[in-house]
Structures are given as structure tokens and as C-alpha cells.
């Protein structure tokens, strides 16, 4: 097999420590005629090799062990210090076998007998890809932690999303029940008012964590990004400004892909303003589409990429840039470079989440002083006649006077659902876990026409509470409720499918909304 097949194609830079200049040229023709070529760099003392060293720009070393005033042993001490990563060969006269093995463990890549020359080009090629081995597997390594972190950190927002998500329930529903007292007077009108905007607010700001988390509550269906993106053209020119170019270059020949409309939008639009706001002085945003398709090698750089079909939307702005240290940190929630008063740091987080629920993968390069281009795939499902998509009239959310019991360990947020429960006319049988919810439905003797559960809860999920009761009473109707969502981590172990389901947090007419839809579909 030729040496040369698994070198560089454009050769590879050795520096070569030798007091010999006819030896190393001897190198050099050796290194031309077998190794497809390169350069090298002789150098004879120790400031000179210290001054290469600093210089960088060298693949491997080759180095004599003995010189005038300087030895093999201290340039190898040297190189592992200053450059750690380069391949480091003793090419000598005459070494001991206790001297081999002792540089061997103190890092050298390998040692030759310059009276045993035909092995300089094996030994190069195996070091060169050895050294490529590690980058990779040093890259991998990197790209899993960075990985492993972002769970982590999704982890955590999620749950607290979950846990905040619950005191909102309380605070919108308590609010919404008192502005409808028509008795209330206007002074305190106004601050319940704003009340409610500001929990509305932070509601948003949950539904970006869950997002982040990949624990939103979506509504995928059959887009595609063309559509998508001219739908959203306009407005994006009006976000960034007459003094930002926009050019469009949309795949006649995209394929589908399957994810809800309204978060593709929003997270198309948060790159733009990320984009936008990268050229405070303008500049040029280019929007494309593509299909793409990733393979297993891009599977293997990316460990949280599955090889196959995509479709790809990017944008790519001419703005200032980021250093590889910001790229580390652009998805993580709160993360932001912007002044406090301009942003939460949630938008790039959100779209991270949306992508990585959506079953895609988002990849940003960017360069100091040399614009950003970020990359959402997603997966294609080929050409494909979307479904009309009509508008639905929101329903009514009118009472009953049917028997509801409702499981929720939460009091404040039990308190709030049975009192909106018993305004609506319903009568309402209440439990503080799944276990008292099972105990109170078994001994309960009269009609009991629908559950309403929180899903996690202690001693009994609220799925093993419907099992339980709906063993006895096989026409009993569900609701789940929580603040994790359908498709969240937690909830998609023990939420059964086609099950009507309540996010927290939600208002009065939501959760009437809901019920009444439920028992109607049982009364049909």
C-alpha cells in the first residue's frame, strides 16, 4: 500500500531538530519521494527550536536525540509543554533501549534509526492519523459534553417552568375570577388589570423554558418552509430595518416537514433579530432553503443528529460575529450579550427547544468580524399537499351541573380549580393525591360523570388514579392536567394517547372550555 494514501493532500510541515544539513536534506528528499511532499524545517539549537515552537504552524517534529549543548529528551519536554498535540519522533544515530522506552513514556510518538530510513514514512503516516484520531475523538468528546450540559440545563427549566407554571394557575385564575365581579370597584379594576398582564408576561416566559426544555405543548402538521417563509417575508423586512438587505432564495423542489407552524415562524423570526441585531450599522440577511441531506459522517461529528433527509432553512447575516466562547453558550436560557434591557435570552433557547422537539438539528457557525449563519434542519417528509387549514371558531365555554372530582396535591392550585369548577354549576369532589382520589371515587355513591388529575403526583400518578376508577366506571371522561406538557419528557411515560390534556397554566374559560367538550364527546 502506498504511504501516502492516508497524508494530507496538500502535504503536511515538519520541523526537524538536526545538526546535520546534509542529513536533513537527505530527509527531505526521502520525505518528497514517499510522503507526497510538505515542508521541512531544520533547525539546530535550542532558541531556535523554542522560537518555532512559539511560532507554531508545524504538523510533526522529527528530532535528533543528541546535539551540541541540547538534547532530544529537553526538546521533547519542550514540545509536550508548549504543543501538546504534535506528533513528536526521535530520528537518531544510535539510542539506548532503556533511553527509547523512557521518551516513549514521557511522550514521544515513536523513535527511528537513521540507519533504518525506510521506516520514516510508515512512521509519519501512522502518526499523522493517530493524531487526526484524537482531534476527532477529542472533538466528539466535546460536542457530548456540550450536549450532556444543555439536558442538564433543560432539566432544570423545565421543572422550574412545571413548578412556577402552577403558582400561575392561582394568580391568573384567582384575577380572572375577581375582575368578573361586576360589583368590583374601578380602582381596584386597574390593578387587577395589570396584574394579569404581568402573569400573562410571565406565563410567556414558561412557555419558553418549556420550550428550551422541549416540553411545549405543539401542534405539528404538514408545512413547507417556502410557505413558511414567504408567509413571514414581509415581516421580517419590517423587523430588520430599511438599512439591512434582504435577499430570499427559496428551493422550488423543497420537501415537507412536520412541525407546528407558529413555533417554525417564531423561531425563523428570532434568528432574523438576532441577525438584526448583529448589524447595528446594516448589512446584508440572507434567507434559503435547501434539501439537504446529512450523512453518517456529519451523524458522527454531531451526536444528536440521526443521518437522513432534511430540509433546511438558514440565515446568514453580515453582521459582527461571535468567538467560539459565545458560540458555547447561545442556546443556554438567559444567556445573552445584549444590555439587560433589551433582551431575556430565551429567544435562541426557545429555538433550540422547538428544533430538537421538532426531532431537527440547529447548527450556528460564526467568526469574529465575519457575519453568523445559523442552520435548522428538520426532518423531510418528502413533497406533499398540506391540509387546508381553517380557521376554528373558538368554542363557548358554557357550565354544568354534572360531578367532577378533581386530584391536584397543590392546594392553592386545587383551591382555584374547584372554586371555578363550582362557579360554572358543577359539583365537585376534591382529593390532595392520586391515592385519596381513588379512595374518595370508589366510596363516592352517587354519579361521578368526569376526573380531572394533575398527572404527577404523590403515592399515584393520574393515570393509574383513571385506570383504577375507570375499571368500576368504564364511561368515566378524563382530564389530565400539568405543567409539563403532552409531549414532554415526564408526561410522555404516563400519558396515554388521544387523552384530553390541560397545560398550567390555564384560565377559567380553558379549563370550562375543556371540561364541557369532554362530557359532551361522552354524551354523544
Known amino acids: 500500500m502506498d504511504s501516502r494514501s492516508n497524508l494530507p493532500k496538500t502535504g503536511i510541515n515538519i520541523l526537524h531538530l538536526e545538526d546535520d544539513h546534509r542529513f536533513s536534506e537527505l530527509v527531505q528528499q526521502i520525505f518528497a519521494a514517499e510522503c507526497g511532499g ?26 535528533d536525540y543528541r546535539l551540541p549543548g541540547f ?21 537518531t544515530g544510535a539510542i539506548g533501549e532503556e533511553e527509547a522506552v523512557e521518551c516513549l513514556r514521557k511522550g514521544a510518538t515513536d523513535y527511528i534509526l537513521k540507519a533504518r530510513m525506510e521506516r520514516l514514512a510508515p512512521a509519519i503516516q501512522r502518526a499523522m492519523r493517530e493524531t487526526r484520531h484524537r482531534g476527532e475523538l477529542a472533538h466528539t468528546q466535546r460536542l457530548l459534553l456540550q450536549a450532556q450540559k444543555m439536558e442538564a440545563i433543560g432539566r432544570l ?34 390593578g387587577l388589570e395589570d396584574a394579569r398582564l ?23 402538521r404538514v408545512l413547507n418552509l417556502n410557505q413558511v417563509v414567504s408567509n413571514i417575508a414581509t415581516m421580517i423586512r419590517r423587523l430588520i430595518g430599511e438599512d439591512v438587505l434582504l435577499a430570499v432564495d427559496l428551493d422550488p423542489g423543497l420537501g415537507s416537514i412536520r412541525a407546528d407552524p407558529g413555533q417554525m415562524e417564531q423561531a425563523i423570526l428570532n434568528l432574523a433579530v438576532n441577525a438584526r441585531d448583529a448589524m447595528p450599522n446594516g448589512g446584508q440577511l440572507r434567507l434559503e432553503t435547501r434539501n439537504v441531506r446529512l450523512d453518517e459522517a456529519y451523524a458522527a ?13 438558514a440565515l446568514t447575516d453580515s453582521g459582527v460575529g461571535m468567538d467560539a466562547e459565545t458560540q458555547s453558550h447561545i442556546f443556554e436560557p438567559f444567556f445573552t450579550t445584549k444590555d439587560a434591557s433589551k433582551g431575556t435570552g430565551l429567544g435562541l433557547a426557545m429555538v433550540y427547544g422547538f428544533v430538537r422537539q421538532s426531532g431537527g438539528h440547529i447548527y450556528v457557525y460564526s467568526e469574529p468580524g465575519l457575519g453568523t449563519t445559523a442552520k435548522i434542519y428538520l426532518p423531510a417528509l418528502g413533497l406533499q399537499k ?9 368554542e363557548p365555554a358554557p357550565g354544568g351541573t354534572e360531578t367532577v372530582l378533581l386530584a391536584e396535591d397543590d392546594s392553592m392550585v386545587r383551591g382555584f380549580i374547584g372554586a371555578a369548577l363550582r362557579s360554572k354549576g358543577y359539583t ?8 385519596e382520589a381513588v379512595q374518595i371515587g370508589s366510596r363516592h355513591a352517587g354519579p361521578l360523570d368526569l376526573l380531572v388529575l394533575d398527572l404527577v403526583m404523590p403515592h399515584m400518578s393520574g393515570q393509574d388514579v383513571a385506570q ?9 371522561r378524563v382530564v389530565f392536567m400539568s405543567g409539563y406538557s403532552s409531549s414532554g419528557a415526564n408526561s410522555q411515560r404516563i400519558l396515554p394517547a388521544g387523552a384530553n390534556y390541560l397545560q398550567k397554566p390555564f384560565s377559567v374559560e380553558d379549563l370550562a372550555r375543556i371540561v364541557r367538550r369532554s362530557l359532551d364527546a361522552h354524551n354523544v
Open 428 to 435: 365537585v369532589l376534591e382529593a390532595a393525591d392520586g391515592a
Open 157 to 190: 427549566a423545565g421543572g422550574l417552568a412545571h413548578d412556577f407554571n402552577n403558582l400561575l394557575t392561582v394568580i391568573l385564575g384567582e384575577t380572572e375570577i375577581a375582575l368578573a365581579d361586576p360589583s368590583l370597584p374601578d380602582s381596584l379594576r386597574e
Open 301 to 313: 461529528q454531531h451526536p444528536e443528529v440521526k443521518a437522513g433527509d432534511y430540509a433546511m432553512v
Open 468 to 476: 383504577r376508577l375507570k375499571s368500576n366506571r368504564p364511561q368515566l
Open 71 to 91: 538534547d532530544g529528551e529537553s526538546a521533547l519536554a519542550l514540545t509536550r509543554e508548549k504543543r501538546p498535540a504534535w506528533p513528536f519522533i526521535l530520528l
Open 198 to 220: 404581568a402573569a400573562d408576561r410571565a406565563g410567556s416566559l414558561t412557555r419558553r423554558l418549556l420550550a428550551f426544555s422541549r416540553e411545549q405543548a405543539l401542534e405539528p
Open 38 to 63: 510538505g515542508r521541512v524545517t531544520r533547525v539546530d539549537t535550542r532558541e531556535d527550536f523554542e522560537a518555532a515552537l512559539e511560532a507554531g504552524g508545524f504538523d510533526l517534529i522529527l528530532a
Open 386 to 394: 398540506q391540509k387546508d387549514s381553517s380557521a376554528v371558531a373558538v
